[in-house]
């Protein structure tokens, strides 16, 4: 047999780890809204030269969890799509084998020999 096969012991394993993905990133959304907002209040804690490298790395955390979250929305609607492939894939070998099993039972009629 290839290597090349999908095997879901759940019908619907790729949508629902698409949804997972999806809430995930919801909940990282609003844990960075909450410490970028206590982050804000850095100029209240921070002074001199600190509080210039402190802004830069909160502005870079920022980008990189708007990447994270990007990343998290693409890959969790590519999953809901490879789930419509694969009930598309699984239906469509379901009708072919059910007419090939109704062409194989014409065969079976007994012969005379």
Same mark, same amino acid.
Do not use: H, Y
């Given at each position: ?9 759940? #019908?619907?394993? +790729?949508?629902? /780890? ?5 809430? %995930?990133?919801?909940? +990282?959304?609003?844990? +960075?809204?909450?410490? =970028? ?6 100029? @209240?804690? =921070? $002074? /001199? @030269?600190? +509080? /210039?490298?402190?802004?830069? #790395? $909160?502005?870079?955390? %920022?980008? &990189?969890?708007?990447? *994270? *979250?990007?990343?998290?929305?693409? &890959?969790?609607?590519? *999953?809901? @799509?490879?789930?419509?492939?694969? &009930? ?18 014409? *065969?079976?009629?007994?012969? &005379?020999?």
């Amino acid at each position: 047999m290839s290597d090349n096969f999908v095997g879901l012991t759940s #019908a619907n394993a +790729l949508a629902q /780890g698409g949804q997972n993905l999806g809430t %995930e990133a919801q909940n +990282l959304q609003a844990q +960075l809204q909450s410490l =970028i907002s206590d982050m804000s209040r850095d100029k @209240d804690a =921070i $002074r /001199g @030269d600190a +509080l /210039g490298q402190f802004q830069a #790395a $909160r502005s870079e955390l %920022e980008r &990189n969890f708007s990447e *994270l *979250l990007r990343w998290c929305a693409n &890959n969790g609607v590519k *999953l809901g @799509d490879a789930q419509t492939q694969v &009930n598309t894939t699984d239906s469509t070998s379901a009708d072919a084998f059910a007419t090939a099993a109704s062409a194989g039972a014409a *065969l079976s009629a007994p012969m &005379n020999r």
